[in-house]
Nanobody
Framework: QVQLVESGGGLVQAGGSLRLSCAAS????????MGWFRQAPGKEREFVAA????????DYRDSVKGRFTIARDNAKNTISMQMNSLKPEDTAVYYC???????????????WGQGTQVTVSS
């Protein structure tokens, strides 16, 4: 089992920034690819960003490329995502996820966090 706890969500104006963090506990953190997904009201959960077990590869959905940056610290069992130039369409509950390589789809996720709300006002 892997337990994931997100933090850092909140309310921000369009153009602003937020930094999400996820702390993992349980099984060996470095054995898992990690990622962030989001789910807006009435929509399906979607992939946002992923990072490989060693941190040498990252993937992003097209709409966040150049604005979001995912990172991991295997010594601290944490991942983070810096979100810049936020847009109202980024509003969603953001979920930390752990699973196999690559973690770019819901079907590849083995463990989920509880989610953290990000709201971007226009």
């Amino acid at each position: 089992q892997v337990q994931l706890v997100e933090s850092g969500g909140g309310l921000v104006q369009a153009g602003g920034s937020l930094r999400l963090s996820c702390a993992a506990s349980g099984r060996t953190f470095s054995n898992y690819a990690m990622g962030w997904f989001r789910q807006a009201p009435g929509k399906e959960r979607e992939f946002v960003a992923a990072i490989s077990r060693s941190g040498d590869r990252t993937d992003y959905r097209d709409s966040v490329k150049g604005r979001f940056t995912i990172a991991r610290d295997n010594a601290k069992n944490t991942i983070s995502m810096q979100m810049n130039s936020l847009k109202p369409e980024d509003t969603a509950v953001y979920y930390c996820a752990a699973g196999g390589n690559p973690i770019v789809a819901v079907s590849t996720v083995a463990y989920w966090g509880q989610g953290t709300q990000v709201t971007v006002s226009s």
